[in-house]
């Protein structure tokens, strides 16, 4: 204001541009800053702050995004144990299935259509596949954890009963709740993908391998079946 009244009557007129750049009116001033925030005011005036209501919204936001991603993770990580148990699975059940491929098509005592099927007299000593001869010698096996041919759990021992090299160790416990359950029964001739009903016999047999898990609320998770049809060839 003291700047004012030292300039002349153009600058009390209010004429600025008189002036020079220095002379801005107490009225201008407010007026300038006015203008100023008519430019990006409003921006400015958004960036001040969240009122609560849209801070509650940013958290509600934010906590179920949170929960969404941690829901999604946790499915993945389940979901590659999953397929992970599945191969060594499938690695197991395949190794069976190559136990009864290298067994007769029936036992020296019985004939290809004998009923009902399993392990003869002195063969069927607990887990043990040991004394199994034959392929259906193998129908109702039932062990659980997993085991080898002569009955030791799988992942620890090897045959001779040496603790395995630590690369070839799975983690404690691990298999500990699997199970290997073995299925032998005749299919029809015509299309083998058909069981056929208890006491009914043909010239061939299905061995089925199935390994499971059973889960901590009880239920059975089953991991993979193999299913394998033999047919009976007569010796020359
Ligand atoms: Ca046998
Ligand atoms: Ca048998």
């Known amino acids: 204001m003291r700047e004012s009244l030292s300039l002349g009557d153009s600058a009390r007129r209010g004429n600025p541009q ?19 925030r008519s430019g990006h005011s409003r921006r400015v005036a958004d960036r001040r702050g969240f009122t609560l209501a849209e801070a509650l919204i940013a958290i509600t936001v934010a906590t ?23 191969m060594l699975a499938a690695g197991v059940a395949e190794q ?8 007769p098509y029936h036992d020296v005592s019985g004939t290809a259509y004998d009923w009902p099927l399993g392990a003869e007299a002195g063969e069927w000593q607990g887990m043990t596949r040991e004394y199994f001869d034959d392929i259906d ?28 090299h630590n690369d070839f160790h ?6 500990d ?4 359950t073995i299925d032998v029964y005749y299919v029809d001739e015509s299309n083998p993908s058909v069981r056929l009903p208890d006491a009914s016999v043909s010239g061939m047999r299905a061995v089925e391998v199935r390994v499971s898990d ?12 193999i299913r394998r049809v033999f047919g009976y060839v007569p010796s020359l």
């Open 18 to 36: 008189a002036l020079g750049s220095r002379f801005v009116p107490p009225f201008c001033r407010y007026h300038r800053r006015t203008v100023q």
């Open 64 to 86: 179920v995004t949170g929960a969404a991603l941690m829901i999604s993770m946790t499915s993945a990580v389940q979901t590659t144990q999953y397929t992970l148990d599945q």
């Open 96 to 103: 069976i299935v190559d136990e009864v491929m290298a067994q």
């Open 137 to 164: 010698d193998f129908d109702d096996y039932d062990a659980s954890p997993p085991r080898d041919v002569y009955g030791k759990p799988l992942g620890q021992r090897d045959p001779d009963d040496n603790v395995r």
């Open 170 to 175: 799975i983690p404690e416990g691990y298999l």
């Open 177 to 180: 709740q699997w199970r290997v």
């Open 214 to 225: 059973t889960l901590s609320d009880g239920s059975e998770q089953e991991l993979t079946t």
